[in-house]
């Protein structure tokens, strides 16, 4: 029986935020070893009759328009970086849409930029958070969360994940720590590999797929 098969499928997928410009590299991890623990990803688009392209140049046809997602349908809100959110708000209706999500207890984590259009939506206000730098976010109009700006690699505050651009890893070990992807020892096991290349975290992660926990 494939791990895939012996782990629970979620009832409510991941819902993956995509628009243009979207970071690719800063997800990959995550939905890729959500999908291995047998949760299911589905892409949201600002339209899901129009793809949209990422920074790599990939293109990717939305699963759901953005109007279409609600709270209550979804497990987990993932939103990346892109360069438009730093060059207008384009992306403002995506900030909005994590409001509703964190209102309504339903997990939203951000990467890169998605940090500075939450900070503008005033989500990162009495929540520990991170992104790149704190300058970054400083700049950000109406935003006032600078004391609870952590100098870390990703942070998780109830229901908020926060990460800067250069920790796609971390970033991936919050979500899976917040949805219970994994026991704490595999989880350990599995960021020490993937981040530090700490060949000692192998075994335990090979003893953990056998028996069905990785």
């Known amino acids: 029986m494939s791990e895939t098969l012996r782990h629970e499928t979620p009832s409510k997928p991941v819902h993956l935020a995509v628009y243009d410009t979207y970071a690719d590299w800063e997800t990959g991890h995550t939905t890729a070893h959500l999908t291995q623990r047998g949760h299911r990803i589905r892409t949201v688009g600002p339209t899901a009759d129009q793809p949209v392209t990422t920074m790599g140049g ?46 309504a207890g339903v997990p939203v984590a951000a990467i890169c930029g998605a940090t500075a259009g939450l900070a503008r939506e005033g989500l990162l206000d009495g929540r520990a958070h991170t992104s790149g730098a704190s300058f970054y976010l400083a700049a950000q109009p109406g935003y006032a969360g600078a004391g609870d700006y952590v100098e870390t690699d990703a942070v998780t505050d109830g229901d908020l994940i926060t990460a800067g651009p250069t920790e796609p890893v971390a970033f991936a070990r919050e979500v899976f720590a917040r949805l219970g992807v994994y026991k704490p020892d595999v989880l350990d096991a599995w960021y020490r590999l993937f981040h530090d290349s700490d060949a000692s975290a192998y075994p335990v992660l090979m003893a953990a797929a056998e028996s069905g926990d990785a």
């Open 58 to 103: 990939v293109r990717i046809q939305p699963d759901l328009a953005l109007a279409d997602l609600r709270p209550e349908d979804s497990s987990l809100l993932i939103l990346t970086g892109a360069s438009l959110w730093d060059s207008g708000d384009d992306l403002a209706p995506f900030a909005a849409k994590a409001r509703e999500f964190l209102a």
